[in-house]
Nanobody, 125 residues
Framework: QVQLVESGGGLVQAGGSLRLSCAAS????????MGWFRQAPGKGREFVAA?????????SSADSVKDRFTIARDNAKNTLFLQMNSLKPEDTAVYYC?????????????????WGQGTQVTVSS
């Protein structure tokens, strides 16, 4: 099993920045890919970005956040990051960290095996 705990969410004005963190514990050696998803009120879960965990640095990002959000990892600390710049009110959502045991970075939520509890990000206009 892998446990994931997100942190770093909060309230920020439009145009501001936040950095989310996701600490992984347990059988972290079994992780192949880690990613971020988000869910706004009344909407489905949406892919944000993903990164290969143990081999290479392949990444994938949603078009809506490209050039604004950056995903990164620190394997020594078993931590995943999401640097969010130029935030917009439409970025308001609960952000979830997820881990997959197999494959390459993917936007399909069904491919992820483990999920965190989420952290709220609210962007005011």
């Amino acid at each position: 099993q892998v446990q994931l705990v997100e942190s770093g969410g909060g309230l920020v004005q439009a145009g501001g920045s936040l950095r989310l963190s996701c600490a992984a514990s347990g059988r972290t050696f079994s992780i192949s890919v880690m990613g971020w998803f988000r869910q706004a009120p009344g909407k489905g879960r949406e892919f944000v970005a993903a990164i290969s965990w143990s081999v290479g640095t392949r990444t994938s990002s949603a078009d809506s956040v490209k050039d604004r959000f950056t995903i990164a990892r620190d394997n020594a600390k078993n931590t995943l990051f999401l640097q969010m710049n130029s935030l917009k009110p439409e970025d308001t959502a609960v952000y979830y960290c997820a881990a997959a045991r197999y494959g390459m970075p993917t936007m399909s939520a069904a491919e992820y095996d483990y999920w965190g509890q989420g952290t709220q990000v609210t962007v005011s206009s």
